[in-house]
């Protein structure tokens, strides 16, 4: 056996191997983003919740600007966390909720009729992109 076919066997060897890991490494990250994109999702339901607490309130004449700022954050916060799990739509409508929430007067009431950012929903687009993510994991 000459020294090349050992080191060509060898190579041959090492790039199945590392093919191997490569696509192992790969199943592990769909699986993984999986798991962050349903936690997001799981997220966004919980923020829904705290701001229907929140408007409830409101309804009644208790105005907290410090809860306001923090509903303006925690909705932004979930949009980029959404955005980089390309869940677009619904980072979309998380984003629009931070905004609305960092300054309600900056949308005309048309424009939110039309955006649609209704807690309904929100909770019905994230409601069917968990029942998909179950779907598709096997985790």
């Known amino acids: 056996m ?4 050992v080191a060509a066997g060898g190579i ?19 699986k993984e983003r999986k798991r962050e994109s349903l936690k997001a999702v799981n997220k966004v339901v919980s923020l829904i919740r705290k701001t229907t607490a929140y408007s409830r309130g409101l309804r009644v004449g208790q105005q907290d600007f410090g809860m306001e700022a923090m509903l303006a954050e925690d909705w932004s916060n979930l949009a980029h966390a959404l955005s980089e799990l390309k869940l677009i ?6 984003d ?12 005309t009431p048309e424009f939110l009729l039309q955006a649609d950012i209704s807690f309904d929903t929100i909770e019905k687009i994230t409601r069917n992109l968990a029942a998909q993510i179950n779907a598709d994991s096997k985790y």
Do not use: M, P
Request: charged fraction near 20%; hydrophobic fraction near 40%; glycine fraction near 2%.
């Open 89 to 94: 739509a619904l980072a979309k409508k998380c």
């Open 12 to 30: 041959a060897k090492s790039v199945a191997t590392h093919i191997l890991k490569w696509l192992t490494n790969l199943n592990r990250a769909k």
């Open 2 to 5: 000459s020294v090349e076919s």
């Open 96 to 107: 629009l909720n931070g905004r609305y929430w960092a300054d309600s007067s900056q949308f």
